[in-house]
């Protein structure tokens, strides 16, 4: 029975669903996980698409109602029903003055993950990007450690939904003082020997289900196991440029090949936690080496900002007239008769 995970087979990724899971598929999922299989969520719990926001100015974040709430919950972890907004954030262009010129401008809904390097997934991993990201809440599963490997700044927020995004929200400056929370989980990984769903609650059909694939039923799983939840599902996702022209994953399509692109690190992101589910040693003595990238505080930037433009512009420019003073009063000084 131990042996009924294939080789092959030792990793299930499953990315953006967008239909809701049937019991049966749940069960099966389920009794993968009990039978030692790793299984990596990338979910988009909301329905929010930029496709829809360049349509139509404009977008409703609602609920996929994916049914994955009371598997997850069982495991450890609940992919909140909100939105995570950020003042560190990427960038979009916007029309600002309605005559077709367009600047980039930040883009709350993009937050720019950090990591606490507490992890070999994580470390020196640099910065991860999101596109319309769920926060993430630990609860109860005993025996299960639960690790936070990506998070929000300290300058971040959540708002409810079903919520209307829409583009004219970068007309004006956001209130800072409304992303006052810090470090919002973004992404959680479950470790330890985990419970079935199905524990107590299965059915002749679901016995019947498993039998059909050659599946023993397991109330708990028989060997520790893990499991990684992200609640976005565009981390782990290739965007397409003109030409149908695939990029990196996390690179955004609109700042690339511009002074606004940034070389985020999901692909780092996605193979280290690959590495590490799939090989029990986890990640090797590779990670020995830290490079710590740093953003400006959005906050700081703007309370700031007119005196280092000052600071800049007028301090040359009275440096220069003092040593131009200073050099012809030396000048005249030594040739005045």
């Not at 596109?131 to 025996?143: L, M, P, Y």
Request: charged content about 20%; hydrophobic content about 45%.
């Amino acid at each position: 029975n131990q042996s009924f995970i294939n080789p092959l087979c030792e990793l299930l990724i499953i990315v953006k669903p967008t239909i809701p899971f049937t019991t049966e598929q749940k069960l099966k999922i389920d009794q993968y996980i009990m039978h030692g299989g790793k299984v990596m969520f990338f979910v988009d719990r909301l329905n929010a698409e930029m496709d829809s926001l360049q349509i139509k100015n404009e977008v409703i974040a609602y609920d996929r109602e994916l049914n994955l709430d009371d598997l997850l919950f069982r495991y450890g972890a609940r992919i909140n029903g909100n939105l995570l907004m950020d003042l560190q954030c990427d960038y979009l262009p916007f029309d600002v003055s309605g005559n077709g010129q367009f600047d980039f401008l930040p883009w709350n809904y993009f937050p720019v993950l950090e990591s606490a390097e507490n992890h070999p997934i994580n470390k020196g991993l640099g910065f991860v990007s999101g596109k319309f990201v769920n926060s993430i809440d630990t609860v109860e599963a005993e025996g299960i450690n639960k690790t936070i490997l990506l998070y929000s700044s300290e300058n971040s927020r959540t708002i409810s939904t079903p919520a209307l995004i829409s583009g004219k929200e970068n007309v004006a400056a956001p209130v800072d003082d409304q992303f006052n929370l810090n470090h919002l989980p973004a992404a959680v990984l479950l470790e330890g020997k985990f419970r079935s769903l199905f524990a107590n609650r299965l059915t002749n059909a679901m016995k019947d289900s498993l039998d059909e694939v050659k599946m023993p039923f397991y109330t708990q799983a028989y060997q520790p196991s893990k499991i990684l939840v992200v609640a976005d599902g565009d981390v782990v996702l290739n965007p397409i440029i003109k030409g149908n022209q695939p990029i990196g994953m996390g690179l955004n399509p609109f700042t690339f090949g511009t002074e606004r692109e940034f070389p985020f690190a999901n692909r780092d992101f996605v193979l280290n936690a690959i590495e590490y589910m799939v090989y029990n040693n986890g990640l090797a003595a590779a990670k020995s080496k830290e490079v710590k990238v740093y953003l400006m505080d959005p906050k700081k930037v703007r309370a700031e900002k007119t005196f280092w433009v000052l600071t800049n512009i007028i301090l040359p420019i009275v440096f220069i007239a003092l040593f131009a003073l200073l050099f012809q009063w030396m000048r005249k000084r030594k040739y005045q008769k």
